[in-house]
């Protein structure tokens, strides 16, 4: 993965270069260590929100929150909110959990401690999240990192809502470090070979229970323990967030999308060409807000892009910078299928003006039909189709499976399906933001693949998937591409 800090790369090559396979543990705290901020916060926040939390809950947390700054129980604080949990649904908690990844907690994972669990998982080790954290926050982020086991605090759960009691202690100092050589115990792991990563005072016990501590982005005293006993430590960077200057480039980004549209369209009015005109437009509607944002594009097999026309385009989806970045790429002659209810989504319209989408109304089946068997005639006559088969923006890297609208309309227009991988987007514009932060865009572009037909359909769209997770996984190096 290119963009490691030399530190997070050197760590990765240690892991490699470390002991292999299951009995080896890879321990990684969840707060402040896999993702930026408390998950604890996150929950509560939306609780305030939802005007779930009394006065008096409300003035009990302050309190107790206070004890634990100025030296009391810290631990306190979390078991109100177990307290007031009493009575809920444990199916409804899991369920917010859920939600709360997808529209807050997914954007704050770290990139780099991504790729740690990634190195230790080719490395065959056996990883779990080890947290005073309830499965309930923990458990979405562990499923998207694709790590099985997790060591946390249990909550007692009976007739299917919440006691308000844990399960034993809370897995916090001491009892994390307990709780990781319990699960070591029973799943034969040598602690003396295994990795642990934390960033709070709290996670010395948890650190010195294996051979390989790291203190990642650790708060002053552990920084300050790390250096008396020797440990390394590990400063990762936060996922970018949306700074004052990245929202005036934002706006003077979408300004120039306007301007450079308007200037194509005019340019075609002079020529009497219209579809020069609209050519024009797309590209100075993409091109001048990439730079008057600072976002570059480092390209692998741009040639790829012209030689199968006219084709249909697939790329995975985490952003709304996406759909500029592969307009900028295909530059002229191309179209995209869209949800009737974007026609009038204020950040389509002008698009909308030099590409023609093909709009969707997935409630009528008739008019779903007829709209493809158009955007089939439009494909034949010369107009190539960029479709993201995902469906949906992912709130991560991971891929989400590919529907088959696309390769459907590939086998009926008798055109080859191009795919295009692309990373980072969702870094610099993260789901659902309105800025824009500036960096690169990394982009491989596939070999095409021709001859679509029904009969091997599903075979070949599993298939095309297992590319794109091999490429986003081990992004290919610019000589061996």
Same mark, same amino acid.
């Given at each position: ?11 990765i090559?240690?892991?490699e270069?470390?002991p292999?396979?299951?009995?080896v ?5 969840l707060?402040g ?10 929950f509560?926040g939306d ?9 008096a ?5 302050v309190?107790t ?8 129980d ?15 649904s ?10 709360l ?5 997914a954007?704050?994972?770290r990139?780099?401690?991504?790729a740690?669990?990634q ?16 499965k309930?926050?923990i458990?979405?982020?562990a ?12 909550l007692?759960?009976e007739?299917g ?7 034993g ?7 994390k ?6 699960f070591?115990r ?9 990795? #642990?990563y934390?960033n709070?005072?709290?996670d010395?016990?948890f ?6 501590p790291?203190a990642?982005n650790?708060?002053r005293?552990?920084?300050?323990? #790390? ?8 400063d990762?960077?936060?996922?970018v ?7 005036g ?7 120039g ?16 060409d219209?579809?020069e ?6 590209k ?7 730079? %008057? ?10 040639e790829? %892009? ?5 084709a ?10 996406d759909?500029?970045? %592969?307009g900028?790429? %295909?530059?002229r002659d ?8 974007a026609?009038?989504?204020?950040r389509?319209?002008?698009?909308s003006v030099?590409?023609?989408p #093909?709009y969707i ?9 007829a ?10 006559g010369g107009?190539s189709?960029?479709i993201?088969?995902?469906?949906t ?5 991971v891929?989400?499976p590919?529907?088959k609208g696309?390769?459907?309309?590939? #086998?009926?227009?008798g ?8 990373r980072?987007?969702g ?7 309105l ?11 596939l070999?095409?693949?021709?001859d679509?037909?029904?009969d ?5 769209i599993?298939a095309?998937h ?8 081990t992004w ?6």
């Open positions: 993965m290119s963009g490691l800090s030399a530190a997070a790369q050197a760590a090559d240690a892991i270069a470390g292999q396979g299951p009995a543990g890879a321990f990684f705290d707060d260590t896999l993702v930026a901020g408390y998950t604890a916060a996150t509560y609780r305030i929100k939802g005007r779930d939390v009394s006065p809950e409300f003035l009990r947390t309190v929150a206070a004890d634990g700054e100025l030296g009391g810290p631990t306190r604080i979390a078991h109100v909110a177990f307290s007031a949990m009493r009575g809920e444990e199916e409804a908690f899991a369920d917010l959990g859920d939600r990844f997808r529209s807050k907690i954007g704050t994972i990139r780099e401690s991504r740690l669990v190195a230790h998982q080719r490395a065959g080790h056996t990883v779990a999240v080890a947290s005073a954290a309830t309930y926050q458990a979405p982020v499923r998207d990192l694709g790590v099985e086991h997790l060591v946390c605090t249990q007692v759960v007739d809502q919440f006691t308000g009691a844990t399960d202690p809370m897995l916090w100092g001491r009892h470090a307990s709780g990781v050589r319990a070591a029973e799943h034969a792991l040598d602690l003396a070979q295994s990795y #642990a934390g709070g005072y709290e010395v016990a650190l010195s229970s294996v051979g390989h790291t990642l650790p708060h005293d552990l920084r300050s323990a #790390a250096t008396r006993l020797g440990w390394p430590v590990l990762l960077s936060d996922p967030g949306g700074s004052l200057v990245a929202a480039r934002t706006a003077a980004a979408l300004a999308m306007n301007t450079g549209v308007v200037a194509g369209l005019a340019y075609g009015l002079l020529r009497r219209g579809k005109g609209r050519n024009l437009a797309v100075l509607a993409t091109s001048v807000p990439m730079a %008057l944002a600072g976002v570059t594009m480092d390209v692998q097999h741009r790829r %892009l012209w030689t199968h026309r006219p249909i385009f697939v790329a995975n989806h985490q952003s709304s910078l759909i500029p970045i %592969l900028n790429l %295909l530059e191309f179209t995209i299928v869209a949800k009737k209810e026609r009038w989504d204020p389509a319209i002008v698009g030099v590409i023609d #093909a109304d997935r409630s009528d089946p008739a008019s779903a039909h709209t493809l068997d158009g955007v089939v005639e439009r494909i034949r107009t189709l960029m993201f088969p995902e469906g923006r992912s709130p991560t890297p891929l989400g590919f529907r696309a390769f459907h309309l590939a #086998a009926q227009a055109v080859p399906v191009v795919p295009v991988v692309l980072n987007t870094e610099l514009m993260r789901r659902n933001s800025v824009l932060n500036p960096g690169v865009v990394d982009v491989c572009v070999e095409p693949e021709t679509w037909d029904v091997d359909m599903s075979e070949r599993a095309l297992a590319k794109f997770e091999q490429t986003l996984a290919p190096s610019a000589e061996s591409a």
